[in-house]
DNA sequence: TATATAGTGTTTTTT
DNA sequence: ACACTATATA
């Protein structure tokens, strides 16, 4: 191809973008300004017409989907030597060149890698064995700390030297051993990937060198998502040719939690003072409606980069609001709304999307699209790789794979039950301890060990001898045939076929995809190792096993979603309390925090291509208790003539009663329990500009569906005392139709008023 | 040693 | 509502 064959389609940023390959630029790319096209038209015309060897282009996306269709759209586009481009995410081009030089740091190149699970456990494990109380620090909150200690690149060392106070101090001890732990056991948590590479190339010119020289041209995908570490890590690949692109839309920076260090992207051009700037603002994704909306919210944040986004798209439809009682019916509307696009051939499944902040949200979601029929895929929560009977497997074949991982040895070494227990553990622990060898060394000389019955030291010789064999096999077959032996000769299977179960049914089925998994990772590999395919397991995120073929409704986070895009979007849970979160609003840095979380709305808005609805529930049930929360400020910021309401008149609310609510129910139910309008939006304030939204006014999808199951029966009603197990008595001031259940309101003297589900509250009369 | 039960705490987003 | 932990018991 030719220069413009590549540039003809391109607008004039874009082409501008492509066209400047040597030294520093930065690509501020706004939400669906076509950032991936650029990146790709600017390999192909690195490589067509500057003559650039594809082995020398690096380049780094967020994901491994995202980096799977750079690849493709390359290869499409210049038709050879695509697979030579080394397209990857920071953490998969860390192991790449970790496994190279390992020894320099004083590891193994059969390094294991831990995935969070993994780092709670090791850290159970140093609170026990430092007599930490767990109740006093949580596990969870060191390792927290200690995650953003790596991604400064602060060391142990140095975290004492920054940190003196009581409790950072434990940390910092905590960190120490917890380094030390990780090496003992071969092993690099996701942090450490990057931190012993920026380590490697610092400690070893040569190995920086011989990178630098191999990849002349870098880009950077999603650069407002880079910490401090990854910085560094960039930073001095590039040092020498200079040869950097990053793209980035600091209105999308969501991932502060993680170490994203939005400087990193806003201070571009101070690190880079030559840095070429180029703008991206048109979008060819959005309707004019659904762009307005996004940069009237994204307007409320401050010291963000100048930026309007502008299309030529058509104006399209406003963008809906719908207001729900609660979670449920929420859900149902949402069920209904697909139902009816897809009959009415307006969207097919796939074209659909529910996004929401947490994770539990998409159960309710999932309750009813199976109810309605709905095809549907939920991507994240608990991920394949995190199920027990996974983990288990993978254990054995880091054990196999890296026999110093402590970790992966005592989680397997009585699974299935082999009669070897804590007190057998325990002794071999101490044993490892005190000779400095492994705690799979300390197996094979457990004769040595004091305390041990003969007995034991049979089995654990047995274990060993199992171990040994499946190592053998090891040498000489790929990781898919020794997964099978170890299925086989563990006993794995069989006990689980023996539990004869539908779980270890399911269970069965998952170790069956685990193997597949393993056929595929030697199919594609180009040099297939057990290291390589721990490492794939291990790196992969929920979003990467997205299939696009499949037509099933989608639902997901707000963080997975970034980068796709969709003609109808669902944004569910619009409240304050859920979304921006409680956490955030509470937070020490409450300013802060909802500007990210108002960046996660963006990206949000974003996403949708024709249609956008937001909806919000009035309350909805938390851990088993029920909230009411107030309508998102998000959507508030969204000006009045760019919503629809949906049921304009706006009756107020109308409880709909369905199903076979008893009589006694309905005086109780068309008792309003919130008189204020605290629901209802905001009247438009005095200052004339458009005005904000209406107040008062009701969503509908009350009664969309039958209801599934009549109430739970009861022996009380409005007015009557009950007995709660943890609030005592109370009052029953009003039931109503929960949906699925009798909602009951109860004020209790000592408590307040609670809500609950009369199913599984157990209230009991009181005479 | 293995399992059942009661009690406790949770409470965002993820490579 | 749920998962996890500590404790009691077979």
Redesign the pocket.
Known sequence: MNQQEITGNLNSEQREAVLATEGPVLILAGAGSGKTRVLVHRIAYLIDVLGVSPGEILAIT???KAADEMRSRVDRMIGFGADQILVS????FCVRILRRNAELLGYSRYFSIY??DDQLTLM?QIFKQQNTD??MM?E?SVLAAI?SAKDELVDPARFREINTDYYSTKVGTLYGIYQDRLRENNAMD??DLIFRTVELFEKHPEVLDACQDRFRYLMIDEYQDTNTAQFRLVSLLASKYRNLCVVGDDDQS??K??GANIRNILGFEKVFPDAKVVRLEQNYRSTQNILNAANEVIRHNHGRKDKRLWTENEAGTRVALRRFEDGFREAEYVAAEIRKDVEERRFDYQDCAVLY????QS?LFEEKFLMANIPYRI??GI?FYARKEIKDLIAYLKTVDNGNDDLAVQRII?VP?????????AKLSAYAEAGGISFFDSICEAREVMGL?SA?VKKLAGFAALIAGLRVKAESTGPAELLRNVIRDTGYEDELKAENTDEAEARLENIDELVSKAVQYEENAEEPTLSGFLEEVA?I????SLDDSENRVLL?????AKGLEFPCVYMAGMEEGLFP????LD?DDAEG?IE??RR?AYVGITRAKKKLTLLSARSR????EMVSNTLSRFVREIPRELIDLGDEGGRGRTPVLRGKVGRDLRDAILKPYDSGEKFGIPAPSGSGTGGRLLSGTSGRGTGAAAASAGPASVDYSAGDRVRHVKFGEGTVLSMEDGGRDILVTVDFPAWGVKKF?A??ARLVKVD
């Not at 902040?357 to 539990?360: I, V």
């Not at 049930?621 to 088993?624: A, K, P, Q, Y």
Request: hydrophobic fraction near 30%; proline fraction near 0%.
């Open positions: 967020f994901t491994n995410t920071f953490h998969s995935d969070g159970k767990s109740r949580k969870k995650s996701f942090d969501i991932y939690f993680r902040r947490t994770n539990a159960r991507i994240g991920n009585n039950k082999r009669g070897i227990g804590g007190t057998t553990v019955s034991a790196l995120a929920d979003i990467d997901m986070t707000l963080h997975s979160s409680r956490l955030s937070a925090e990210e979380e996660l049930m938390l851990r088993g589900y199913g599984f």
